[in-house]
């Protein structure tokens, strides 16, 4: 039996790991469509993992085009019992300069597809908690990490969802700041939801390229800003997951591991079969 795998979701800029042995690329179909692109599974400092580049290789979907529960669905048939994200994110804050790092432990969705981020539906309901959107437990590993690693890196903050591919206009920006929001991302919400529902231990590795549009001395985000300081960040994102990977214990425990334990209202008896295979994955120490 394949040991639980830690997934590694590579956002802007991250298109590949720098160092994994007995590489493989493993294409696999879903019951949601298919994924963003082929899986790479491998080992990092003594570790089973699982890479997915989240926009596909040459960065070729738009964060509103992300099958995130194609992608999550995959993660977990291949055996991903944790999720470390990767993701480019604009600052909300004079507190977070480009090339910092945010370890958020909150989300405030501003998307326009909320049905796309649940499995759930189709016969079987579920409200997971979600409360706590972020694992605690792998988050503070991270931190941990990344101090190690030298960054500057920030201890909680709550990432905005919007929905893109547009970046904010001024007005947008600025009431997000006022509002005392810290980061904005295109892409982290739907995964965190999805990883929920799947049981996957799922946290952030949000790292900051610009000031998004709010602030006025500042020049506000492009496109050739965001990918400068990206190529800064990479390494720095690498560095700082493979001080991570030995300290994830060797076995699933923390609470996303068991989200749906008092989650899905629907009996099992009633489960519709075209649902209950699609979530398979999902549902098999569930199903009585």
């Given at each position: 039996?394949?040991?639980?795998?830690?997934?590694?979701?590579?956002?802007?800029?991250?298109?590949?790991?720098?160092?994994?042995?007995?590489?493989?690329?493993?294409?696999?179909?879903?019951?949601?469509?298919?994924?963003?692109?082929?899986?790479?599974?491998?080992?990092?400092?003594?570790?089973?993992?699982?890479?997915?580049?989240?926009?596909?290789?040459?960065?070729?979907?738009?964060?509103?085009?992300?099958?995130?529960?194609?992608?999550?669905?995959?993660?977990?048939?291949?055996?991903?019992?944790?999720?470390?994200?990767?993701s480019a994110v604009g600052s909300l804050?004079?507190?977070?300069?480009?090339?910092?790092?945010?370890?958020?432990?909150?989300?405030?969705?501003?998307?326009?597809?909320?049905?796309?981020?649940?499995?759930?539906?189709?016969?079987?309901?579920?409200?997971?908690?979600?409360?706590?959107?972020?694992?605690?437990?792998?988050?503070?590993?991270?931190?941990?990490?990344?101090?190690?690693?030298?960054?500057?890196?920030?201890?909680?903050?709550?990432?905005?969802?919007?929905?893109?591919?547009?970046?904010?206009?001024?007005?947008?920006?600025?009431?997000?700041?006022?509002?005392?929001?810290?980061?904005?991302?295109?892409?982290?919400?739907?995964?965190?939801?999805?990883?929920?529902?799947?049981?996957?231990?799922?946290?952030?590795?949000?790292?900051?390229?610009?000031?998004?549009?709010?602030?006025?001395?500042?020049?506000?985000?492009?496109?050739?800003?965001?990918?400068?300081?990206?190529?800064?960040?990479?390494?720095?994102?690498?560095?700082?997951?493979?001080?991570?990977?030995?300290?994830?214990?060797?076995?699933?425990?923390?609470?996303?591991?068991?989200?749906?334990?008092?989650?899905?209202?629907?009996?099992?008896?009633?489960?519709?079969?075209?649902?209950?295979?699609?979530?398979?994955?999902?549902?098999?120490?569930?199903?009585?």
């Amino acid at each position: 039996m394949t040991p639980p795998r830690v997934a590694i979701i590579g956002g802007s800029g991250l298109y590949q790991i720098d160092g994994l042995l007995s590489p493989k690329w493993v294409s696999l179909k879903t019951p949601f469509g298919n994924p963003s692109d082929s899986f790479l599974t491998g080992e990092l400092e003594g570790r089973p993992v699982v890479f997915l580049p989240r926009h596909g290789r040459g960065h070729r979907i738009l964060p509103s085009e992300l099958n995130h529960r194609a992608n999550i669905w995959a993660l977990k048939k291949l055996g991903a019992a944790w999720a470390i994200s990767v993701s480019a994110v604009g600052s909300l804050q004079h507190k977070y300069r480009p090339c910092d790092i945010v370890l958020v432990d909150q989300f405030l969705d501003r998307t326009k597809q909320p049905a796309s981020h649940t499995f759930f539906g189709r016969g079987i309901v579920a409200h997971i908690a979600f409360a706590h959107p972020v694992c605690e437990d792998l988050r503070r590993l991270l931190l941990a990490s990344a101090r190690s690693a030298k960054a500057r890196a920030h201890d909680g903050g709550t990432y905005v969802n919007m929905e893109g591919p547009a970046f904010s206009t001024r007005a947008e920006s600025t009431a997000h700041h006022q509002a005392g929001f810290d980061v904005i991302g295109m892409t982290n919400l739907g995964e965190a939801r999805c990883s929920r529902e799947a049981e996957i231990s799922y946290a952030t590795l949000a790292m900051v390229t610009d000031y998004d549009s709010w602030k006025a001395d500042e020049a506000h985000v492009t496109v050739e800003m965001v990918i400068d300081n990206l190529r800064r960040n990479a390494s720095l994102a690498q560095e700082i997951i493979r001080r991570t990977l030995p300290l994830i214990p060797a076995e699933p425990s923390w609470p996303p591991h068991n989200a749906l334990h008092d989650a899905i209202m629907t009996e099992p008896a009633l489960w519709p079969p075209a649902t209950l295979r699609a979530l398979r994955p999902i549902l098999a120490k569930y199903r009585r």
